[in-house]
């Protein structure tokens, strides 16, 4: 069992590297920006007071005119609804009324889910005043976190997609704003900045684009596609969401040129139940599988799509051999230290190949990817960042048998990600080119 998961993770890996080197030798598609597109910003919050103000400035701060943000605040006893009454209230005006407004849900109906939160704020745009004069196809549904900071160039570099008709999602790239912070911030920043380059820029070649639940662009007429409720009660509702319009002949998309910024969890419990969530959507997720093999699409694409649903099968039962081969190495070191010891120093150079092979191997790939997106990183330290990465990815272990575990006492809440207070001043933006 432990060399064939760890051959085919490996070939896994070494596939999507390929693929992404691939993607960066292609020159880029120029494509004519669509006229008359409206992006409308869906920010889901509960108990978002220490982060909904520096986003929403970030967001007011952006020169596009055709960017309106509604602010659901679903169910808070915090001074949220207050703080986005400020910036409404205060804040710029676009040619189609007001950019920050507020959706309060209020009990029973709040805190259902994000979905349910997100599935309400989009019927209210589907019978608001922002659809008169306007095709479903010409507005764009944003999804950011309440922490979300996207760039001010966003808007601009993902209009483009939408020129294509087949195109009902693009997915951007996520950043932590807070990396400097600590170094379990900066291995979030690593692991996203890998899944994003490697893997999304990977998946687009194949077909097979995943979608996020931060940077998310879906156009409104895919979305009225699947009813009045487009967002499940998955706990991982992106790729519910993602997985059931590609299955409905749409194409979703990676764009690689801009990205958004979010708060980091700062503290390794926090994390770990973090991850568990998502893990536990992830193997919900299993009942799309049949939908995914029955899709007339090609056949590289679906079987990507299931083996990145059924990767966390791959990860539990790596649990077994690791925790096999750690017993095993104590067990000898306790009763036979000399022995051991006169193993390693006769096969010192073979053995520790094969070690740091099966252990780091994929490092220098993750260290030139984040070099290339990290400015002012240099090589050498995100070589450093690379291989303490690998160590850092075994939280994940922790977090899958959680997720098993809350699967089997039924439990599946959607627990929020505590936030800390962020007190940067946020940067002036430019108006994009």
Known sequence: MDSVTTIVVTASLAYMIMLYVRSRRRPPTVIDTPDGLLFVVLIPCLNEELVIGRSLERLAAIPNDNVIAYVIDDGSDDSTSDIVRTHAASRVRSHAGDRVRLLRRDPPEARQGKGEALNAAYRHVLTSDLLEDRRPEDVVIVILDADGRIEPNAFVQVAPYFRDPRVAAV????????????????????????????????????????????GQFARLSALASLGEAPWTDCLTEDLDLGL????????????????????????????????????????????????????????????????????????????????????????????????????????????????????????????????LRTPGMSFVRALGYAHLFTVYSYQWLFAGWWAVFNIARRRRGWAKTTRTADTAPVQPTQAPS
Do not use: K
């Not at 790239?173 to 900066?186: K, P, Q």
């Not at 991850?275 to 193997?283: D, I, K, N, T």
């Not at 925790?323 to 067990?331: H, P």
């Open 244 to 371: 059931r319009l590609w299955a409905r002949g749409f194409t979703n998309a990676f764009c690689p040129a801009t990205h958004v910024n979010q708060q980091a969890v700062t503290d390794l419990r926090r994390l770990v139940r973090q991850r568990a969530r998502w893990f536990q959507g992830h193997l919900q997720c299993w009942q799309r599988i049949p939908l995914v093999l029955r899709a007339r699409r090609p056949f590289g694409t679906r079987a990507d799509l299931v083996q990145h649903l059924l990767s966390p099968l791959l990860l539990l039962l790596m649990t077994f051999p690791i925790a096999a081969f750690a017993v095993g190495f104590v067990a000898v070191a306790i009763t036979d230290p000399g022995g051991l010891g006169h193993n390693l120093v006769a096969h010192n150079g073979l053995l520790i190949a094969i070690w740091y092979l099966l252990a780091f191997g994929m490092a220098p790939a993750y260290a030139y990817v984040y070099w």
């Open 171 to 214: 997915q951007i790239g996520v950043r932590m704003y807070n990396a400097e912070d600590s170094l379990l911030a900066r291995m979030q920043d690593l692991e996203f900045v890998t899944f994003t380059e490697i893997f999304q820029r990977g998946r687009q070649r194949l077909g097979s684009v995943g979608l996020g639940g931060n």
